[in-house]
């Protein structure tokens, strides 16, 4: 059964530090690229960073420099360190493959920043 669980968001100040987790009960994992995916309050939900199975990262402008993507292949996590949080980060973080399966998609983990 495919199964991505999301974890680690909650209430940051600005400036704050928060790390996400992404369980994932995928087939073929080790050779999956992965992404981090965001949806603010009224917004589209938008790509914000991306690893593949090699390893290389990639990030959307907005994030380039306070957050960072990393994946456990042993364990079959994806994570996303975040720092120097800003009020406009905040909204439901999400993991899913890259291109997106859209059965993939979880219940997400909510991220919040106060300003």
Do not use: H
């Amino acid at each position: 059964q495919v199964q991505l669980v999301e974890s680690g968001g909650g209430l940051v100040q600005a400036g704050g530090s928060l790390r996400l987790s992404c369980a994932a009960s995928i087939g073929f994992f080790t050779i999956t690229t992965m992404s981090w995916y965001r949806q603010a309050p009224g917004k589209q939900r938008e790509l914000v960073a991306t690893i593949t199975s090699g390893g290389t990262t990639n990030y959307a402008d907005s994030v380039k420099g306070r957050f960072t993507i990393s994946r456990d292949n042993g364990k079959n996590m994806v994570y996303l360190q975040m720092n120097s949080l800003k009020p406009e980060d905040t909204g439901v973080y999400y993991c899913n493959r890259n291109p997106i399966r859209r059965d993939y998609w979880g219940q997400g983990t909510q991220v919040t920043v106060s300003s």
